[in-house]
């Protein structure tokens, strides 16, 4: 009995014993669970500011992109606004220089038919007396210094009309360059916010704690530097174009115009005179391979104002849009008429720029040939349509500025 008793007590004494050694061995499992578990929240908290910090960067380059564009295009707005202010400025003091040239030029005309010195001379000493000598004097300095006011005048608008010129011109080259720049910025952020969306998705995967959760966000984490990927390979793309088209148009400013031989007789001027214009086939002559020198500096590259004053020199360097150049040609006192002619600048005046281009081929009037730059997304110099008709083009009404 008393040996039951004692096996007893040993028996629970050892089972005690066991279950107080497994108690022991779960807490410290569980305590180290918890450090485990606390190590890996610390991780994923470093993780998930690292994110954060990446995401908080691209916004910012993000936001910097989207302010610098709006900036840019309220500018342009403001300098399209400039520029057709100083189109119709230029507009008015070229059709008061037109019309005063006119006025002095048939002075200048009668006086040389009906010698106005000996007339004047005549009309004093005809004079009935003294009083009536001295009126006649006086009203003959009147008229003197009326054209001596008129040329002064012309004087002063045809230095304003080169003012007004030249800030047009600045204006119409900061639209370009602001153009360009929104063309820029567009595939830069393209890739910003490609990155972005796939730093945010990185950041949405470091918080999720569910495995198929992480691994859904993982996919489409891949998929977003995928269209990071492909976003920077177009911007590649885009950069390689431009580096193309700049040399398409260093050869095509290098390249000699060929043109056929044609000859032609200006239209009749207001004064009833007529000008011959000719042009003679050329291939790699010294006269072309000079054209290819001339500066067209002022004007932006690729535009098709650039590209005729790349080819002749006579073109002034300030006329502005293609449909100011009819204005800026007759206040420099060239002829504007509406017949083709090999050599003259053909000027489209539809559209809110128009359009310019050299004439190098005619077999009449509704069929010419022309070397041009920007036609159909084409910014450097070519003859881009062969024999077409320029009076049903989408450009509007053709004129012609005869060199």
């Known amino acids: 009995m008393k040996k039951r008793i004692l096996a007893t007590l040993m028996l629970s004494t050892m089972i005690l014993t066991n279950v107080s050694q497994v ?14 578990q606390d190590d890996k929240i610390n991780q994923i908290t470093a993780q998930q500011a690292a994110a954060q910090a990446q995401v908080d960067s691209i916004q910012g380059q993000v936001d910097a992109i989207v302010a610098e564009q709006a900036k840019l295009t309220e500018e342009n707005a403001r300098l399209e606004a400039e520029s057709q202010t100083l189109s119709s400025d230029i507009e ?7 019309s005063r040239d006119g006025a002095l030029k048939e002075q200048a005309r009668s006086a040389q038919i009906d010698g106005s010195a000996t007339s004047y001379i005549n009309t004093i000493l005809d004079s009935k007396s003294i009083v009536d000598a001295v009126s006649r004097v006086n009203a003959m300095r009147e008229i003197v210094s009326a054209n001596n006011r008129m040329l002064e005048q012309q004087k002063a608008d045809k230095e304003a009309i080169i003012e007004k010129q030249k800030a047009n011109q600045e204006a119409i080259n900061t639209l370009a360059a602001n153009r360009q ?3 820029d910025d567009a595939q830069v952020l393209q890739v910003r916010q490609a990155e972005l969306q796939a730093a945010q998705l990185n950041l949405a995967a470091e918080k999720a704690t569910a495995e198929d959760e992480k691994a859904a966000l993982l996919e489409q984490k891949a998929a977003a530097e995928e269209a990071a990927r492909q976003a920077a390979a177009r911007q590649a793309e885009y950069q390689a174009q431009q580096e193309a088209l700049a040399q398409q148009q260093a050869i095509s400013v290098a390249t000699p115009v060929v043109t056929e031989t ?6 009749a001027t207001s004064t009833g005179t007529s000008t011959p214009v000719s042009s003679s086939s050329s291939s790699g002559s010294s006269a072309a391979a000079n054209n290819a020198r001339y500066d067209a500096s002022s004007y932006p590259v690729g535009e ?23 204005a800026s040609a007759r206040a420099e006192g ?22 310019v281009a050299l004439v190098t081929a005619v077999e009449s009037s509704t069929n010419i040939q022309v070397s ?6 084409r910014r450097y110099i070519g003859n881009h349509r062969g024999w077409f008709n320029p009076t049903t083009t989408s450009e509007g009404t053709v004129y012609y500025i005869y060199p």
């Open 181 to 183: 720049k929104l063309e």
């Open 23 to 36: 108690g022991v061995v779960f807490a410290n499992d569980t305590d180290s669970q918890i450090a485990a």
């Open 92 to 98: 008015r003091l070229s059709a008061d220089i037109v």
């Open 372 to 377: 041009e730059s920007n036609y159909m997304g």
């Open 334 to 355: 060239f002829s504007v008429g509406t017949t083709p002619a090999v050599g003259a600048v053909a000027v489209w005046v539809g559209g809110a720029y128009g359009h």
């Open 304 to 326: 098709c104002t650039w590209g005729v004053k790349s080819q002749v020199s006579w073109v002034g360097p300030y006329w502005g849009n293609a449909n100011q150049w009819v």
């Open 262 to 267: 044609v000859s032609y007789t200006a239209p």
